[in-house]
């Protein structure tokens, strides 16, 4: 407030308070509304005259004053940011907040050159800089914050810090059956970005994630495609969770609240283990929460958690292995979040036998991915890469992929990898690739 403008305001504010002091509230109420006029640009002059006019409505006993006084008093920070200033306007109740009115001659050379359309333009302006470089300044700081934890992590917890699985013992056969993931070998089985698959060893049967069920079907896809490659629930002994996120535990509520679901379907688990990383429950079933690598069933084990800081968030995710006689292990993994440097870091420091193949997913949604939030590629921006500034690229992948080169199988989901990689890592590993399908079993017998 310049000094004319504020000796003006001063000049007003004393009459009304001059006025208050003989006891003439009128009188006190009318120099109020011209320094209203003159103050309403700025914001403590206008809040002061808006207090003011409300201790005269309360000494008037006039309601209508008074409710009006109370909610201009809360609109007065919002117009001060906007810049929303009607030109004589006189503040009571009595008008509208919004409407500019007649300036007094007197005060006309105060808002010489003032354009409201122009203060509000300003305004926005500057809030909407304010607002990027905020948002920005919020962005760079998770990013900084996920870079040191994930540094952290991968310094502190890599596979040769983690106890080694001893007597692990073999199974003669192992069948792979995928129940859900984004291609599938038939048109009657249903697919989405989601995992789930049928592990089936001499010695027991694992139910390996939930898939996702987006759409909240009575029926999850899932059952849908149990049903149709005749698996029943009854024949699995225990259920894997690889991670906690909702395209491997049935769906957004599951993941946010941690009870895993089938949709409006309740099969029946009363007994069986539950196999997670992460605090999940199901009616019935025992959870057993997974902090270390370690020996499930004969033949099978988990490589326990392995952690990785994402931007959407840190992610534990474990892995399922099994050892097939006479051929080594085959690890069957969900995401890949963990990374294939990580994971086989974990596998040659827990386990002594060799390792002969992969199945499963490992985030490579390049050049983009499945999912998409709010029009944005989930996948590759919050999941995948070295950060929201460092996102994933073919190349990466192709690297990564490299260090499978020597193995017996690579099997590739597409959930998360697009059909880019997955063509890419067909037409390179020839003979030892699969493309993961919906109900195409993935069969490896022993020697």
Known sequence: MNPSLATAFGHEMA??????????????????????????????????????????????????????????????????LLGWVPAGNTGGANVSALRPMPMPPEFAHHFAGYSMRRSVTR??????????????????????????LDRDLKSGATGRAAPRVADLGSTRRLE????????????????????????RTDHATVLFDLGYNARGDA??????????????MSEVDAVFISHRHRDHVGGAAAERTGAIT????????AGKALLSPAAVSY????TM???????????????????????????????????????????????????????LDRLAGAFSEPLYGVVGDFHYPVPEGRLRIAGLDAQRLFASGDGLFKPITMSDAQAELMLLDGLGLIALGGHDT??????????????????VAVGQAIVIQGE
């Not at 206008?46 to 008074?66: A, C, P, Y």
């Not at 089938?262 to 688990?269: A, H, I, K, T, V």
């Not at 009616?283 to 025992?286: D, M, Q, Y």
């Open 289 to 343: 929460v997974i902090h270390s690598p370690r020996k499930l069933f004969e033949g099978m084990a988990t490589t326990g958690p392995i952690a990785r800081s994402l931007f959407m968030g840190p992610v534990d995710e474990q892995a399922l292995v099994v050892n097939v006689a006479g051929r080594g292990l085959v690890v069957i993994v969900g995401c890949g979040h963990q990374t294939v440097p990580r994971l």
């Open 123 to 148: 305004r926005l302006a500057v809030l909407v800089i304010v607002g990027v470089l905020a948002l920005a300044g919020l962005v760079g700081a998770m990013e900084w914050r996920r870079a040191a």
């Open 176 to 199: 792979i059956v995928p129940l859900m993931n984004w291609h599938a070998a038939s048109p009657d089985l249903k697919t989405e970005p989601g995992v789930a698959y049928l592990v």
């Open 15 to 80: 009459a009304a308070r001059a006025a208050w002091r003989a006891g003439d509230p009128d009188a006190s109420f009318h120099y109020l509304e011209r320094a209203h006029i003159l103050g309403q640009r700025h914001f403590w002059p206008h809040v002061l005259t808006h207090l003011w006019m409300l201790r005269v409505g309360w000494r008037r006993r006039d309601g209508r004053e008074i409710f009006g006084q109370i909610v201009r008093l809360f609109a007065t920070l919002p117009g001060a």
């Open 418 to 435: 697009s059909d880019e990689v997955i063509a890419w890592a067909a037409a390179r590993f020839g003979e030892r690739f699969r493309r």
């Open 283 to 286: 009616p019935g079933a025992r």
């Open 262 to 269: 089938f949709g409006d379907q309740r099969p029946d688990l």
């Open 219 to 232: 029926t999850p896809p899932l059952l849908h495609n149990m049903a149709r490659l005749g698996v029943s």
